[in-house]
């Protein structure tokens, strides 16, 4: 079993910055994937960023490029979203997730967390 405890959501104004973390825990994380997804009121859920645990390649979202930023730490396995210079559109839930395949699609993950809440006020 698996769990990924999200935190590091709140309210912030456009311009500013958060970093979300994904604490792991359970069954060992060395080959797998991780990432974040992002789901507004009223949208589907999205892909946001994905990172291959035991190598730290990472993939983003094309339109987040620049802005966000996925990384890790191996020693309190622990992913991070680095969120700058953020968007009132960016308000959503963001969620944790875990799975096998480095994938962009929801569907490929098996665990998630129970999300944490971004707003950004304008």
């Known amino acids: 079993q698996v769990q990924l405890v999200e935190s590091g959501g709140g309210l912030v104004q456009a311009g500013g910055s958060l970093r979300l973390s994904c604490a792991a825990s359970?069954?060992?994380?060395?080959?797998?994937?991780m990432g974040w997804f992002r789901q507004a009121p009223g949208k589907e859920r999205e892909f946001v960023a994905a990172?291959?645990?035991?190598?730290?390649?990472?993939r983003h979202a094309d339109s987040l490029k620049g802005r966000f930023t996925i990384s890790r730490d191996n020693a309190k396995n622990t992913v991070y979203l680095q969120m700058n210079s953020l968007k009132p559109e960016d308000t959503a839930d963001y969620y944790c997730?875990?799975?096998?395949?480095?994938?962009?699609?929801?569907?490929?993950?098996?665990?998630w967390g129970q999300g944490t809440q971004v707003t950004v006020s304008s």
């Open positions: 990172l291959i645990w035991n190598r730290g390649a990472t």
């Open positions: 997730a875990g799975g096998l395949k480095f994938s962009v699609l929801s569907r490929d993950y098996d665990y």
């Open positions: 359970g069954r060992a994380f060395s080959s797998a994937v």
